[in-house]
């Protein structure tokens, strides 16, 4: 359990530096207004070439949004169960430590999506109701890859069926690579806010599994 901890850990440092170095990429290299309103935009060439290739399918920009309450669910689902442990067991101690650790991280993600909002790196390629939105990361992708995953992690552990497990667990990924591919080819999204997203939502899951497994060893 040590080294599996340790081994999560320092995947979770590694990518986060790795985000941090995107970023920097994405603010330096290639900058130049190609988005509406003369917006601009790091990679420009490469993030031109894919969107021009995408193009916008405003049903599927839709779908992924209303889709993009189900992790919202789970959250909520985990939440719920984190109190009914509180009540039932008249302790904050006695709450499984994987689930505490799950809170501060929801907490994390939300203080990301916040940052990126107020200090925007640039925005989306399309005006959404005639409005410019921050675009990177790519919010539906970071809340997507960061909640299914350790959602993933925690039936794992709480389902004893081998069968009922597999399944659960091959839908959810399902759902996640569908989520994730569907945000890039809905034209919503430059191709490096998705890149941005997939980093920044690993190093925080990675981060996760070492602070639940620490908790664990704790317990």
Not at 58 to 80: C, E, I, M, N, S
Not at 132 to 146: F, G
Request: a positive charge.
């Amino acid at each position: 359990m040590k080294k599996k901890y340790q081994k999560n850990l320092y995947w979770g440092l590694a990518l986060l530096g790795a985000f941090a170095l995107w970023t920097a990429a994405v603010c330096l290299i290639d900058m130049r207004p190609i988005g509406p309103n003369g917006s601009s935009v790091g990679f420009a060439a490469l993030n031109g070439a894919v969107h021009a290739a995408v193009g916008v399918r405003w049903p599927l920009y839709t779908l992924t949004d209303w889709l993009g309450l189900v992790p919202v669910a789970f959250a909520l689902g985990f939440a719920v169960l984190g109190l009914v442990q509180l009540i039932s067991r008249r302790s904050l101690r006695r709450v499984d430590g994987s689930i505490l650790v799950l809170g501060a991280f929801y907490i994390a993600v939300m203080a990301a999506y916040l940052l990126f909002e107020k200090f925007a790196v640039n925005y989306r390629p399309v005006l959404i109701d005639g409005f410019l939105e921050a675009s990177y990361p790519s919010s539906t992708t970071l809340l997507t890859l960061c909640v299914m995953p350790t959602a993933m992690l925690q039936l794992s552990r709480r389902l004893r069926s081998g069968r009922l497990r597999s399944l659960v667990l091959a839908v959810l990924a399902a759902f996640t690579a569908f989520m994730v591919v569907g945000r890039l080819l809905s034209g919503v999204h430059w191709l490096t806010d998705i890149v941005g997203g997939v980093l920044l939502s690993a190093a925080i899951v990675c981060l996760y599994a070492a602070a639940a497994d620490r908790a664990e060893l704790n317990q």
